[in-house]
């Protein structure tokens, strides 16, 4: 660029310079006009013109040498020009063919990030599915693995039921060691006769015991099935708590196997069910409505359970309706049985009978079994209404005694009927007839978790007349009045309890419970002319002898010594006729699972209890002499240790 504009400029300066030399333009018609004769110049002048001609010529002659060095520059710079075109055109055309190429490679580059792109898809996919296909091939493993591990484990665990002919059978039960030590001889095996602890006046009262024993060992087995819409279940239920005739606790014990439980149900979709067989009664508490095998049972290892605790185990049919999950109520007749106490009572009236041996009772039990007019008849209602559990019950009972008015009674003739005649016979039937009672009562529950699955707090009560024998401590239904007749004993039972669950592997117990009998009692005059207590916990019975320990029991001897036979049992100093007011029994225990899983449950348990049973007080009043005595209520303590070791069936 610098070397045009430098030939530009000398061509403007060259040909400026020859126009500034350049004579002027003549007129038009110059060429027309002759031309004027010379004058002769004169000298001087001439020689300047001369000098001027010259000069020019020199100025043109540089000129034009200049001119001529400056076109040979022109050419040059033409040539380089021309050459710097050709290079241009090149470099034009090889970028062009640069262009074409990277457009080429734009696109080739182009089609390659597509097919990258798509190959990268590809391979995505392709990771996707092998990484697929590894995750199923690992899950196939594992399950093959576990399958294999199951098909392993099947011969050795078993399934938990088995299926015959569409009917799910479930095995259950647990074996049981265990022992019961007291410090007062009951003569019990490892359940409780808890009225049955010995005043101070028995033998047994200086004696404790210690006892082994397996007998509540139990087996069960589950039935379930659908017919239909409809539920049905079976269900039975063993254990060794049953005692024949030959049964003994010498060199092989050979206690009964006997059913606890043998029922059968079904149930429908609207709520109805219905029961048969052996099974608890209503008035046991339930963990939730009232179903079968959901009854909520003290932790207890005494078979017998708590006092206070009201449940019975009888022969029954029921028919419950649940209303969602929140109420249910159930109806249901029972088989009944009456239990008694009197004194002082005279042979005027019959209700009880001796087992009969052909017809499959222990005719062993002398007097224990009732003859029923009828079942007795339960009503119940229970609530959930999202915290707790609350439970009202109803027993309604009948009692039925064959009463003869001309039997052999406490009182002088004069109040004998004068249909008897004189001198009554005790052995007469005259007018003899058939008397009915009702008994009654009612309880309520309360179930209270205080801390969900970690506190319980239960509260139970029931009374009522002649309902004694649905508490555990089985005070006495009825005792009988002067005439023969019964007359239900008004009794009451509570328990309160408390139950911690501070683990799954831990379960703690605290009970405490009492069961009470009025006195139920009548006073007669006796032919001597001195008042008699007839009846149950009358004041004017005696109870002298409650406190001083007796020889044992012998049999009769042929000579009066040496004696021929051993003592056969405790015996007692005077008389102790001691009604029981009140059995009172506070508990504390524990229950730890050593191991708990799929192949069952093993754990163990102890039991502390304090035990007291108080009579009524007896004047000790003299029925032939009329003289009345110092007043005693007798009592007497129990304390007893009870430990089990358990092994469940998973």
Not at 317 to 333: E, M, P, Q, Y
Request: proline fraction near 6%.
């Amino acid at each position: 660029m610098k070397k045009i504009a430098a030939l530009a400029l000398s061509l403007f300066l060259t040909y400026g310079t020859a126009f500034a030399d350049t004579p002027k333009d003549t007129p038009k018609d110059a060429d027309a006009q002759p031309a004027k004769p010379a004058t002769p110049a004169k000298p001087k002048a001439a020689t300047k013109t001369d000098k001027s001609d010259s000069a020019i010529a020199a100025e043109i002659e540089e000129l034009r040498q200049a001119l001529q060095a400056q076109q040979e520059q022109l050419s040059l710079l033409k040539e380089e020009l021309a050459k710097r075109d050709r290079q241009i055109d090149e470099a034009r055309d090889a970028a062009a063919a640069a262009n074409a190429r990277a457009a080429e490679a734009t696109t080739k580059a182009t089609e390659a990030v597509n097919t990258t792109a798509a190959v990268k898809s590809t391979a995505d996919t392709l990771n996707t599915k092998v990484a697929d296909l590894s995750a199923s091939n690992e899950a196939l493993k594992t399950t093959v693995a576990t399958s294999t591990a199951q098909a392993d484990k099947a011969p050795e665990e078993g399934p938990a039921s088995i299926s015959y002919k569409g009917i799910k059978i479930t095995p259950g039960g647990f074996v049981e060691a265990a022992t019961a030590t007291r410090t007062h001889a009951t003569g019990d095996d490892i359940n409780t006769q808890f009225t049955g602890i010995p005043y101070p006046n028995s033998a047994l009262s200086r004696l404790s015991e210690n006892v082994f024993s397996a007998r509540q060992s139990r087996l069960s087995l589950l039935l379930e099935s659908n017919v239909g819409s409809a539920k049905v279940t079976g269900y039975v239920e063993t254990d060794f708590l049953g005692t024949g005739v030959t049964s003994n606790n010498r060199q092989s014990n050979s206690y009964v196997l006997r059913y606890r439980q043998f029922w059968g149900r079904v149930a429908f979709e609207n709520g109805f069910a219905f029961s048969g067989g052996q099974m608890w009664s209503l008035v046991t508490e339930s963990k939730k409505g009232i179903e079968n095998r959901q009854e909520a049972f003290p932790m207890m290892i005494d078979p017998q359970y708590i006092v206070g605790w009201a449940w019975q185990r009888a022969d029954s049919l029921r028919i419950t309706k649940s209303f969602g999950d929140k109420f249910a109520v159930g109806a249901s007749i029972e088989g009944p049985q009456t239990t008694y106490t009197g004194h002082n009572t005279g042979n005027n009236f019959l209700f009880n009978t001796a087992g009969a041996g052909g017809g499959l009772n222990n005719f062993v039990d002398a007097t224990g079994y009732t003859a029923n007019k009828s079942p007795d008849f339960l009503v119940k209602a229970a609530l959930d209404p999202g915290w707790g559990h609350y439970e009202v019950v109803g027993i309604l009972s009948p009692f039925r005694a064959r009463v003869y008015p001309c039997g052999s009674v406490p009182v002088i003739t004069a109040d004998l009927p004068a249909f008897c005649g004189t001198p009554p016979s005790p052995t007469s039937v005259a007018d003899a007839y058939n008397d009915g009672r009702i008994g009654g009562g009612i309880g309520v529950t309360a179930r209270l978790p205080i801390v969900a699955k970690k506190v319980d707090l239960v509260a139970h009560f029931q009374g009522g007349d002649g309902i004694g024998r649905y508490s555990s401590a089985q005070l006495a239904d009825v005792t009988a009045r002067p005439n023969g007749t019964l007359a239900p004993i008004r009794g009451a039972a509570w328990l309160g309890q408390l139950e911690l669950h501070p683990s799954p592997k831990f379960d703690i117990y605290a009970y405490g419970g009492g069961e009470y009998a009025a006195r139920t009692d009548f006073t007669v005059i006796n032919g001597a002319g001195f008042p008699v207590g007839v009846g149950y916990g009358s004041p004017l019975l005696n109870n002298s002898g409650c406190t001083t320990e007796g020889f044992p029991v012998v049999p009769p001897n042929p000579s009066p010594f040496p004696p021929v036979s051993s003592p056969t049992g405790a015996g007692s100093s005077g008389t102790c006729t001691g009604d029981v007011r009140t059995v009172i029994e506070g508990t504390l225990g524990f229950w730890h699972n050593m191991y708990q899983g799929s192949k069952g449950r093993l754990r163990w348990g102890i039991q502390y209890s304090y035990l007291t049973k108080i009579g009524w007080s007896g004047d000790n009043s003299s029925a032939t002499t009329g003289a009345i005595g110092a007043s005693v209520s007798p009592k007497a303590v129990d304390n007893m240790i009870l430990t089990s070791f358990r092994y469940y069936l998973p």
